[in-house]
């Protein structure tokens, strides 16, 4: 007798949808095809899809930027990612002044444990460059980090790194088999438009995105990936925003280069008119958001196979602290939430393209939101198998969407920290019915059923 037995689903799994049963055992997928025997609890399943529980492999929870604090915390960021079918996220570590890299990593981990509703992975920021922390390099990668992140801006925040000691880094990372990832946005350049922007009184949240055009992004992922291949590194391109960095990484793949490519939400369907208006500085995140033909552009690519991750770089202000710096697009915290509608909007975006989520024809749409939020970010993380797929033997992170309903998103009905919500008024396909965490059902409709330390800290392994 099975624990828990869905009846009737859809059973989204890595190569195929199939009309059938998924039995967990304990914490496990025990078994999934026709017509399996009882269970102690059954779901009737009939005309829902059952998706293996999401990753968002990109957030960034109770981070510090311009002198305030993301609103979702630990347990705020993985109450909203439960609501929203996302059962892993990776949170990225903060390196204090005069931290080690080591101290940072334990003291991230330290503020997860007990605080989650959901399971999290850690990425390790390395912006604070000296020669013990670039020796504790191996010892962070072999301690669970998925990855080591580096930035090419914010020299302002102390975190921007040099061709040079990007060097090492990458030879380090390399070396101890890990992944290195880079924010790529040519940061001195970002700087002096900013400046000059500024010394024309332009301080409005415009100005932010003219003072990141895509150039500085595919010289930044250019230029990074031509120093990961002279350390013989493999490089992850976070956050990637625009048609140029995409023909950058393009033209680096056709010469041989090993590149991952992640994509936003925010990318795909957001663009730069967000910036016009009374609530435009609250748009501000880096990469700024770019024209529409750029998030088709992205789109298309994440059709034709070539992004391979979307995450969504969680990171929500409330308004106020958005309005703090008095619309001023230098004094704003830069960043925006996603986590809680990462898979309504990536369903609506993959499978409305003339598609309804039912008949059997649209499967392929279906197979690529589970590759690019399950399966490939746990497969290039090292949390895979027993993450991102449904099949035997995985852990049960399960999430029953019902594809039928239609709705409008709003701020109101989110369940994070903050009072606004970039995607408000959104008509969105499907909705998340419930979600089981390694066996255990932590949302029941509007219904918080899970406990923040039901999330457990996942070591990952490359
Ligand atoms: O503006 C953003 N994206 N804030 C979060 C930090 C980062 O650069 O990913
Ligand atoms: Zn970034
Ligand atoms: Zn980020």
């Not at 460059?129 to 020299?155: H, S």
């Not at 809680?340 to 989520?357: D, Q, W």
Request: glycine share 10%; charged share 25%.
């Amino acid at each position: 007798m099975y624990d828990l037995v869905f009846r009737s689903a859809r059973v989204v799994t890595p190569n195929r949808v199939i009309l059938g049963d998924l039995g967990v055992t304990g914490e496990r997928i025990s078994a999934i095809g026709p017509n399996l025997g009882p269970g102690k609890e059954e779901v009737d399943a009939t005309g829902k899809l059952l998706f293996p529980g999401f990753i968002d492999a990109h957030v960034h929870l109770g981070v510090p930027i311009r002198g305030t604090e993301s609103v979702d915390g630990v347990t705020e960021g993985s109450r909203a990612a439960a609501f929203g079918g996302v059962t892993t996220m990776i949170d990225f570590t903060v390196q204090d002044k005069g931290e080690s890299l080591l101290d940072s990593f334990h003291r991230r981990r330290a503020r997860i444990e007990g605080a989650s509703y959901v399971d999290i992975a850690l990425h390790a920021n390395f912006t604070r460059f000296n020669e013990e922390n670039l020796a504790q390099i191996p010892e962070v990668l072999a301690a669970g980090a998925a990855g080591l992140k580096i930035f090419t801006a914010y020299r302002e925040a102390g975190m921007q790194m040099e061709d040079r000691q990007i060097l090492r880094i990458a030879k380090k990372v390399g070396e101890a088999g890990g992944l290195l990832l880079v924010h790529a946005e040519n940061g001195d350049a970002a700087d002096y438009l900013a400046e000059r922007l500024a010394a024309e009184g332009r301080r409005d949240a415009a100005a932010h995105g003219e003072s990141r055009p895509d150039l500085l992004e595919a010289e930044a992922i250019f230029r990074v990936a031509t120093l990961a291949r002279i350390a013989d590194c493999p490089l992850y391109v976070v956050h990637l925003s625009s048609a140029r960095g995409l023909e950058t990484i393009r033209r680096l793949r056709a010469d041989e280069w090993k590149i991952f490519a992640e994509t936003c939400p925010q990318y795909l369907l957001l663009d730069r008119s967000r910036y016009e208006g009374e609530n435009g500085h609250r748009f501000i995140a880096s990469p700024p958001l770019r024209e529409k033909i750029d998030g088709v552009r992205l789109l298309d690519a994440i059709l034709g196979d070539e992004i391979d991750v979307v995450a969504t770089d969680h990171c929500p202000f409330s308004s106020a602290q958005k309005q703090a710096g008095g619309g001023d697009f230098l004094a704003t915290p830069n960043g925006i939430g996603g986590v809680e509608t990462l898979l309504p909007l990536m369903f609506t975006r993959l499978l409305a393209l003339g598609e309804n989520g039912l008949a059997p024809k649209h499967n392929a749409g279906l197979l690529r939101l589970v590759r690019v939020l399950a399966e490939n970010p746990a497969r290039i993380f090292g949390l895979a198998p027993r993450k991102g797929a449904l099949k035997e033997d995985a852990d049960a992170d399960l999430v029953l969407y019902d594809p039928a309903p239609s709705r409008t998103l709003t701020a109101a009905e989110m369940h994070g920290g903050s009072d606004w919500d970039p995607y408000e008024g959104l008509e969105v396909r499907g909705a998340v019915e419930s979600v089981w965490l390694r066996g255990k059902r932590i949302v029941n409709g509007e219904i918080l059923r899970g406990r923040p330390k039901d999330g457990i800290f996942l070591k990952t392994s490359r």
